[in-house]
């Protein structure tokens, strides 16, 4: 299969070639795109880690790049159409590049099971019934194939090799196996519209994979003649091997059935990457350590303010070890501290291992007194062996700006939306919001430990602005609702975010969750994860104090969008509010950078790679060497 893949893409090639012949690209690049299990986390605010976090360390970085794009919340038909996402990926892939396609956990849906919601919303409308507020969900024997068939046939006609990859397992132990559901097969529980009549709670017999997502993936992967990774099985296996407890305590964020933590996207992304080594994609380039080493192999922090620490992390791994027990020592240059357990940092720190494994979770605090490209290294050293990690910012000076501030006190109910920001200096913005309303006030709320000042309460709403009740069972963020605050810079200045404050909580409820994402423009693209209640709700009818310092520069003219987007988790129901209150975005202005500020590249790598294509097939050149795309030189 995997042969014919290739005499596939280089036929696409060849047709592309007048317009491909010369690709002034570092390396391939391995776009990934799926739900929540692979997103990007930021390390400071929460314990869930996608494995497509990890992905990118398994390769060699002269050649390979992964651009991971999962999204959190995200099913087939939400990505495909959603302007930040598949638009967006699109327009970063390139002929020779690779695109991983891991989807199902909210294709299952979370209003009724296995089913298109778009065909549930149609049947609420035809019976008067409230429409569904979630358009998460899609079949698994129709709409599920046929998004997947879109990413597929539009990756091939960038000239780019899409491979299908099982969605990892939940961790639903029954026994000594993992439950039907939590391997993505819901035949034990589905509903269906028949001749316009609703059937939930409908059940299959053990054999039949009608409902099953992976079988549906497994064969649009042999219609298409694309490759199919089996990551299911692969983490159904690896759940067995440890078994449950463990998986809980060692794999998986507390209390989550769902999401991984450090260690365990890490070995699922070490499981991902030697499976396609023993698929021939891309095994040239794809290396799986057994002795020590560091994931990822380089911290590139990218723009960064002088005098504003930045926390970034990376695992210490090692399987098969010899000795068995023994020590590893770590150094790191001026500008680094670093630590082992996130409370004490220092310039060094070591790290014990026994049973011849090592997986130790290093903390890095980087702070940059200085202005420019900056390059420090951390040493790694036990016994023969020695290793570093490349540390590289581009620091941003904050001296000399205008400072600016966009504010809503939330002090009471808003007359009207869209509301218009208090404001500090050149800058406007504005409230807006999608799927919600804003209830009433309080003033029973604890904040900063007293009782009496007021809080508006939002509530999930339907699309005419009425109240609804919140979806049953979500485990992750709905893209569609949410509450917006922007800022948009003048046309002269940009402006460089250096503080997001706000008062967050919940009421009559200890259940709500929430993200807040940042994005820019009306499309919300190059969305990031800047805060999660998601491990721990909210508390009840208390405020929290949430100081954020993301590193976000504002070109001039554009706008930046913060969402605050909650979900209701485990119950359904009406009367469970999010509150919010004293929200703010701070920064400062400057002129316009004619250049702006470009990404150094990572230390210790030789010259620069561009891919080519000759006769038909797609060669990558570095230090004058031509290199096939499996790593073997010409």
Known sequence: MVNDQMVNMRNILSILLAATLCLPMSAIKVHTIGDSTMAEYDESTTDKRGWGMYLGSFFDPAFVTVNNRGKSGADTRGFYTGAAYWASVKSQMSAGDYLLIQFAHNDEGTVTYGMDNLEYAAYCSANGLPAPTDARGTNPQTTYRDYLRLFIDEARELGVTPILVGPICRKYFSGNTIRRNGQHDLGDKFSKIVDGVLYE????????????????????????????????????????????AQCTQLLFCTGDNTHTNAMGGNLIARQAAQMLKDAGILAGHISIPTSISANPNAIAIGDTYSGVPQNKEFLLTGFGLEPAEGTVSLRATANLALSTDKEHYGATATVD????????????????????????????????????????????????????????????????????????????????????????????????????????????????????????????????????????????????????????????????????????????????????????????????DIILTPTLTVPAGETLHMRVLPWHEHTSGSGKYILLRDVTIEGQAFAPSPTGIQTPSLQGRSGEATKIIRDGQLLIVRDGVEYTILGHAK
Request: aromatic letters at 8%.
């Open 201 to 244: 709670n409908q059940s299959l017999p053990a054999g039949d994979s009608t409902m099953s997502y992976v079988k549906a993936m497994k064969v649009v992967a042999a219609e298409k003649n694309v490759p199919f990774i089996d990551l299911t099985a692969a983490t159904r296996d690896l759940y067995l091997y440890y078994g449950e």
């Open 353 to 544: 291992y026994a049973g011849n494994t090592l997986f130790q979770k290093v903390f890095v605090r980087a702070n940059y007194s200085e202005g420019g490209e900056q390059a420090d290294t951390i040493y790694i050293t036990s016994g023969d062996i020695a290793l570093t990690v490349p540390v590289t910012a581009s620091v941003l000076s904050l001296e000399g700006g205008t400072t600016v501030r966009v504010e809503w006190p939330l002090e009471t109910k808003p007359a009207a939306l869209p509301l218009d920001a208090i404001r500090t200096g050149p800058v406007s913005g504005v409230m807006t919001m999608s799927l919600m309303q804003t209830t009433d006030t309080k003033n029973d709320v604890l904040i900063d430990a007293a009782t009496g000042a007021t809080v508006v309460r939002f509530h999930n709403a339907d699309e005419s602005g009425a109240k609804t009740n919140w979806p049953t069972e979500e485990i992750d963020e709905n893209a569609s609702r949410y509450i917006d605050f922007s800022l948009t810079a003048p046309n002269t200045m940009d402006v460089r975010v250096t503080q997001i404050l706000m008062r967050i909580g919940a009421y009559s409820t200890s259940y709500m969750k929430c993200h807040i994402n940042t994005g820019f423009g009306d499309a919300f693209t190059d969305v990031h994860t800047i805060y999660e209640a998601a491990q721990k709700a909210l508390p009840n009818k208390e405020m929290q």
